[in-house]
């Protein structure tokens, strides 16, 4: 994998709130674009890219890749309500944004961005997918620059949370973003691997042949077990451990924010973050941080 190097980033994580006056006032602070017609999903994913490229100048030709486990369900059961239940039409705007790839046409138009827009979901490793599609894309030279990141609702995540793991996390609103470069000049971190393994052979195989230093700190996604990875933290020997789940919570985009949270928080460090879907399938994320 050529490196990707992180130029800014970001990691909102708030407690969920009624309304989206908080996250309006939120946004407030890095631009004086007033957003209106917009939902909650369309709002973090705004307030986590505005907060990562603040006082940074985009070429217009910056990539947008959004990814997100549940995108704008919110806005989609309240429509389905009121069409099913309530007998009634919805609102013409609130139809409009049920579709999640709405966040990612906001974000183009009040950064003025022109170049590539694409959102991404696949459950539990939507971060990761969009990181191969951008990864992909840096090497064959569609893209030399980036925003890339994620958004979740607290709303929906708890659902997921409660019907997919037994974990007792403290569920949030979650966006966090980077702003990323094939320069290296001026960058604070970079995404140094990105790895994904079809089956737990394949990734045991990696794991065992996996060479680790002082400076490598491990953490781990949401849909990996305590036991899964007691197993692995014998077998990698970290220096340390980021439990950014315990620590700051849990949505949808947990693996994005706590990427985000190590890049802001450490100095000098590698972090292996480990996670799997429901699937079986794993991949490992690298990050260096300068």
Known sequence: MIPIYIHSSSSYIGEETPGTDLLKEEIGRYTSETFRRVNRFILLSLLGAHQCVYKHTLDPDTGIYVATEH????????????????????????????????????????????????????????FERALELLTADFAVGVVRSALIGGADEALRSR????SETNRGWNVVDGSAWFYVKTEK???????????????????????????????????????????????????????????????????????????????????QKTLLHINRDQRGHYTIVKVERY
């Open 71 to 126: 995108g704008n369900l919110g806005e989609t059961a309240a429509i389905l309500d009121e069409i099913f239940v309530s007998r009634s039409l919805p609102k013409p705007f609130g139809f409009i944004n049920t579709m999640s790839g709405t966040a990612a046409f906001y974000l183009a138009r009040s950064l003025g961005l022109l170049g590539r827009n694409i959102t991404v979901s696949a459950q539990h490793l939507s």
């Open 185 to 267: 000049d001026g960058a604070c971190a970079s995404f140094t691997d990105m790895r994904s393994f079809r089956d737990v052979t394949s990734f045991n195989k990696w794991i065992g042949e996996y060479e680790g230093t002082t400076e490598h700190i491990v953490s781990f996604g949401a849909m990996m077990g305590n036991k899964e990875a007691a197993v692995l933290r014998d077998t990698i020997r970290p220096a340390a451990e980021f439990d950014y789940l315990d620590e700051y919570g849990y949505s949808g985009s947990a693996t994005t924010c706590g990427i985000g949270l190590f890049v802001k928080m450490f100095r």
């Open 159 to 162: 659902t997921a949370l409660e």
